[in-house]
């Protein structure tokens, strides 16, 4: 038994050996995948949050409402503020067309009197509300400005949103300031001694504040980026393409005639393919020990963030280990099902691409439909990626991660169990 399981590694190694080019593509590739995706990644997140989104400005009422978005949107990480164009002054049609043309991706202009309009309307409003005649005889200001927002149609509606939720907290600071302010006028007129007013009262009623805080037990309070995300998902893409080469070393033992010589070994079909389980799992471990020094050697050389490795070297371990099974096991079984190299090449990547597009590999799922979420959590792709996402980026520790990586060691069996009985079945035709 012992030796016949050790025939099978040294044969699987051999015959891995001396497909050189196989080999460098099986780890070269995915190393470059990872180290270009996260560099794409990278651009998009800095698109973002490195002063991305080129805005114009045109304020033309210039008090306390355009002087406040002018400066929130200067203090924004958001965006890149101008309020020139090729060196010309903004006017409202040169923002129109230079957003048209692609050279701003938003074009704001605020339009004159629009601090006056939110004075007089909110006036108004106070005045209506103090006052001791009946409502009627107060007339309430409807006077209403419009802020133009031209935007560039290619523009996502990500950016939109966000400069669009800004300018409305603008407004609505702005506003209320301004309710404030009046408000204290108003109580100082009537109160007979006007010293006991309050002052300030908006400042004041400044109570509740955001702090964001990312729930994560990672030491030092980590914050996402490219590398958190994209190493371990590419790894994972990575290590179940495995099945493409695994499933070709089956069929070329189909084609070769080797099967069938080591078919007549008094020996179960699971005992035969077990050196080959053995020798791909151990190249799964190694690509993914090499993904992993792309993210902690390679990628910060060209400015990037370190991969953090999270609290529990031994659940990355097990996680990486039950990864490789279920990948190993998903190659067994798509090679044993097919009965040509080239109907195992296709049904292999093909079915790895669907399998990881479901995951969140290429889509992160809190995105998808409802419908596709529920599909994705059948994908081992995803539990795995889960796996890993709940100890890069959540801090989990070994509890954390038992649940997919048990899940991943029954997908393996399953598959085993699956190949076994296609075997039997193909035979007995």
């Known amino acids: 038994m012992r030796y016949k399981i050790w025939a099978a590694i040294k044969k699987e190694i051999l015959i891995l050996i001396r497909d050189r080019i196989g080999l460098s593509i099986l780890f070269l590739m995915p190393?470059?995948?990872?180290?270009?995706?996260?560099?794409?990644?990278d651009s998009a997140f800095k698109s973002i949050n490195e002063k991305g989104i080129p805005i114009v400005l045109l304020d033309n009422d210039r008090d306390s409402l355009g002087i406040y978005i002018k400066k929130g949107l200067q203090s924004s990480s958001l965006c890149s503020l101008h309020d020139s164009i090729d060196g010309l002054p903004a006017t409202a049609e040169l923002i129109k067309r230079s957003v048209s043309e692609g050279k701003f991706i938003i074009g704001i202009v605020i339009p004159k009197g629009a601090t006056e309009a939110i004075r007089k309307n909110v006036s108004s409003l106070v005045s209506e509300a103090l006052a001791t005649d009946p409502p009627k005889n107060i007339k309430v200001s409807t006077d209403s400005v419009n802020v133009l927002i031209y935007i560039d149609p290619v523009s996502k509606k990500s950016f939109i949103s966000s400069v669009t939720s800004n300018l409305h907290e603008f407004i609505s600071v702005v506003k209320t300031q301004i309710m404030f302010q009046t408000f204290s006028e108003q109580i100082r007129e009537v109160m007979p001694d006007n010293t006991n007013a309050p002052k300030?009262?908006?400042s004041k009623s400044q109570i509740i504040n955001y702090k964001e805080i990312y729930?994560?037990?990672?030491?030092?309070?980590?914050l996402p980026n490219a590398v958190q995300h994209n190493v371990p998902a590419w790894?994972?893409?990575?290590?179940?393409?495995?099945?493409?080469?695994?499933?070709g070393s089956i069929m070329k033992e189909k084609k070769e005639g080797s099967s069938f010589r080591i078919r007549t070994m008094p020996s179960s079909y699971l005992i035969l393919v077990l050196g080959k389980i053995i020798v791909y799992v151990f190249v799964c471990l190694i690509q993914f020990l090499l993904m992993l020094s792309v993210g902690l050697y390679i990628l910060p050389l060209v400015g990037l963030p370190v991969l953090q490795l999270g609290n529990s070297y031994a659940a990355i371990a097990l996680?990486?280990?039950?990864?490789s099974f279920a990948a190993t096991g998903y190659g067994v079984m798509v090679g044993t099902l097919a009965s040509s190299e080239q109907q195992g090449a296709i049904l292999g990547a093909l079915s790895i691409l669907l399998l990881?597009?479901?995951?969140?590999?290429?889509?992160p799922t809190y995105v998808m439909p409802e419908i596709m979420r529920h599909i994705s959590v059948l994908s081992p792709?995803?539990?795995?990626?889960?796996?890993?996402?709940a100890l890069f980026l959540r801090g989990s520790n070994m509890a954390g991660i038992l649940i997919p990586a048990l899940k991943l060691f029954l997908f393996f069996i399953f598959t085993m169990g699956l190949a076994s009985i296609i075997?039997?079945?193909k035979h007995k035709i």
């Open 423 to 425: 075997n039997r079945v």
């Open 200 to 202: 300030n009262i908006y």
């Open 31 to 41: 190393m470059i995948l990872i180290f270009v995706m996260t560099l794409i990644q």
């Open 215 to 222: 729930a994560s037990n990672l030491i030092g309070e980590m």
């Open 381 to 389: 792709l995803n539990w795995s990626l889960e796996g890993f996402y």
């Open 235 to 247: 790894t994972i893409f990575s290590m179940f393409f495995i099945v493409i080469p695994l499933a």
């Open 319 to 323: 996680l990486a280990l039950a990864t």
């Open 356 to 363: 990881s597009a479901l995951g969140g590999v290429w889509v």
